[in-house]
């Protein structure tokens, strides 16, 4: 995994999926009734070490991702987070932002169980599986925040942005420096390599992707590797179009570019790693992981074709969905190792 992250193509390429530990997996199923709420279950140490580990345990993926959640960074800046069952995240009001400035330390003293996971994840991870670290981006999470929950359009986020541009644009510097320093502290507890996470990168207009994705990606990437140099990071802005992700990969200084199902991965070659320099991590379809069958062999072996010869990580183009079955995940890892 750190080979291919550091512009090494490695064949068969290594693999790992986004919620590979998640609702589909009956351990889980079972952990998370023992835990009784998702945010206890990521909150408590022995419950999020046990859900890191049950996919590595089941399937040997080349990296094990800490189980955590990108809210993690408002809740640490005192802005109310719960889950609830059928909905999803529900956030309290934003607070006023003179309220949530103040020491990292102070910030992320509430943090202390995730670096905990990767500290107790790492003690016992099998030499030559990767850990990874993440947080979500600026833009996203001032979205959530914003929002207070999800949305399909963050229009309440962008009405924030273009009524308020100043408080809006101290929100995100803000943010900047705690996800920064909350990427740091998951480094120095034991991540090999981080993944910054985009959720809500698409359907912005080009010049707002500039400034509310490229930007503050740009600067909390370049105060990561000030003080982490070498550290290795994977950029997701989800759903972003060509020429999105090429300013991304080009500006952003992440090491790879995770692009979602709908990217050519004969472009992603071609300009991002061509031309640009980045490794390539995804893209199948999530969906097709869920048919299986020759349906998840044909797609497989066609991103397995395309990127033969390119620094390569196989993941998919967003999370495991709820649905699939174990089975096919099996046939997926396998398919992948037995690429010639």
């Not at 800490?66 to 956030?91: C, K, M, W």
């Amino acid at each position: 995994m750190l080979r291919a992250l550091s512009g090494e193509t490695v064949w068969p390429p290594p693999v790992w999926l986004m919620r590979q530990a998640g609702r589909y997996l009956p351990e889980y199923q079972a952990l998370r009734r023992r835990a009784r709420s998702f945010w206890q279950l990521c909150m408590t140490p022995e419950f999020a070490v046990e859900a890191t580990f049950q996919p590595i345990a089941r399937f040997d993926f080349d990296a094990a991702i800490v189980f955590s959640d990108i809210l993690v960074v408002p809740y640490a800046l005192g802005q109310d987070v719960r889950y609830e069952d059928g909905e999803g995240p529900v956030l309290g009001m934003l607070p006023e932002l003179d309220a949530m400035i103040g020491d990292p330390d102070a910030w992320l003293g509430r943090l202390d169980p995730v670096y905990e996971v990767l500290r107790r994840t790492r003690a016992v991870l099998p030499s030559g599986k990767a850990l990874i670290g993440f947080a979500g981006a600026p833009w996203t999470l001032a979205a959530y925040m914003i929002e207070g929950r999800g949305s399909r359009d963050q229009r309440a986020a962008k009405l924030f942005a273009y009524r308020e541009p100043e408080r809006f644009g101290a929100l995100l510097a803000m943010l900047v420096d705690i996800i920064a320093f909350h990427l740091g502290r998951q480094i120095e507890a034991g991540a090999d390599c981080v993944q910054i996470f985009d959720s809500w990168a698409g359907g912005l207009p080009e010049t707002m992707f500039d400034e509310w994705v490229v930007g503050p990606t740009t600067a909390m990437v370049a105060k990561l590797k000030t003080r982490h140099p070498g550290v290795r990071v994977i950029g997701f802005p989800r759903g972003a179009t060509t020429t999105g992700y090429a300013r991304y990969a080009e500006r952003t200084g992440v090491d790879a570019v995770s692009v979602f199902s709908d990217v050519s991965l004969r472009w992603a070659g071609e300009i991002l790693h061509g031309k640009l320099g980045a490794t390539i991590q995804g893209n199948l379809d999530p969906v097709s992981l869920v048919v299986g069958g020759e349906t998840l062999d044909r797609q497989t072996d066609a991103i397995l074709e395309r990127m033969k010869g390119i620094p390569f990580v196989f993941n998919l183009g967003h999370g495991v969905l709820p649905e699939t079955p174990v089975a096919h995940v099996a046939r997926l890892v396998a398919r992948v190792r037995g690429a010639p």
